[in-house]
């Protein structure tokens, strides 16, 4: 069923809420675009500082009530919910701590899991967020994130057992992966826009009028 033109979300009652101007070009986020792609009214005019941020089609109608007003229907925007660039933003602890808002410390999220320990290009360290509000159906009692930039390291160590789970790996191992662990291998449907680059410097597509 399409979502729209206008979407009212409630959340629960959890010890985090807030929210951040991401569309309003005084501090426009990179993931700004993101605003039009969902086709939430007014963000292409106030990205291009053609109306003020207050005209954006967002409202809180009360603290747990958030209301969503959008261009036109967008049966997918409910799913677009779901992306990091929409996540809240807590507003009083960005205002205090600046660029390190994001440090271990001062982090605020409102997640099953908490951070714990960053080091830069090597690890990430979460732990369970006992303010969650399903924190006592948490399992895991520790997570790590460790970067690893080629594919094909995170595929061997993957195999080897040293990481528990990897989001890529080399395309030409595709089909080898699917025929030796085709229980572990997970490729989900992602939206996505594709086209079709004609090269008009050789026949037939040279001419565009015969073509």
């Given at each position: 069923?399409?979502?729209?033109?206008?979407?009212?979300l409630?959340?629960?009652?959890?010890?985090?809420?807030?929210?951040?101007?991401?569309?309003?070009?005084?501090?426009?986020?990179?993931?700004?675009?993101?605003?039009?792609?969902?086709?939430i009214?007014?963000?292409?005019?106030?990205?291009?500082?053609?109306?003020?941020?207050?005209?954006l089609?967002?409202?809180?109608?009360?603290?747990?009530?958030?209301?969503?007003?959008?261009?036109?229907?967008?049966?997918?925007?409910?799913?677009?919910?779901?992306?990091?660039?929409?996540?809240?933003?807590?507003?009083?602890?960005?205002?205090?701590?600046?660029?390190?808002?994001?440090?271990?410390?001062?982090?605020?999220?409102?997640?099953a899991?908490?951070?714990?320990?960053?080091?830069?290009?090597?690890?990430?360290?979460?732990?369970?967020?006992?303010?969650?509000?399903?924190?006592?159906?948490?399992?895991?009692?520790?997570?790590?994130?460790?970067?690893?930039?080629?594919?094909?390291?995170?595929?061997?160590?993957y195999?080897?057992g040293?990481?528990?789970?990897?989001?890529?790996?080399?395309?030409?191992?595709?089909?080898?992966?699917?025929?030796?662990?085709?229980?572990?291998?997970?490729?989900?449907?992602?939206?996505?826009?594709?086209?079709?680059?004609?090269?008009t410097?050789?026949?037939?597509?040279?001419?565009?009028?015969?073509?």
């Amino acid at each position: 069923m399409p979502a729209g033109p206008t979407v009212t979300l409630s959340r629960r009652k959890t010890s985090f809420i807030a929210g951040n101007g991401w569309s309003d070009p005084k501090s426009l986020s990179p993931f700004a675009w993101f605003a039009q792609l969902a086709g939430i009214q007014n963000a292409e005019e106030i990205i291009a500082g053609k109306l003020p941020i207050d005209k954006l089609g967002v409202v809180a109608v009360d603290d747990h009530t958030l209301k969503v007003q959008l261009n036109k229907p967008v049966p997918y925007f409910v799913s677009l919910t779901a992306n990091f660039s929409l996540f809240p933003v807590p507003k009083a602890v960005v205002e205090q701590y600046g660029n390190d808002w994001t440090k271990v410390g001062n982090l605020v999220g409102n997640g099953a899991f908490k951070l714990q320990e960053r080091v830069v290009n090597e690890k990430l360290v979460l732990v369970p967020n006992n303010h969650y509000w399903d924190h006592k159906h948490t399992v895991l009692t520790k997570v790590t994130f460790v970067p690893i930039n080629q594919e094909s390291n995170a595929t061997k160590r993957y195999q080897a057992g040293d990481i528990d789970i990897t989001e890529s790996f080399p395309k030409n191992m595709y089909q080898k992966l699917l025929k030796d662990i085709p229980d572990q291998v997970y490729t989900p449907d992602q939206l996505g826009t594709y086209y079709y680059a004609f090269n008009t410097q050789r026949a037939p597509t040279n001419d565009v009028r015969g073509a």
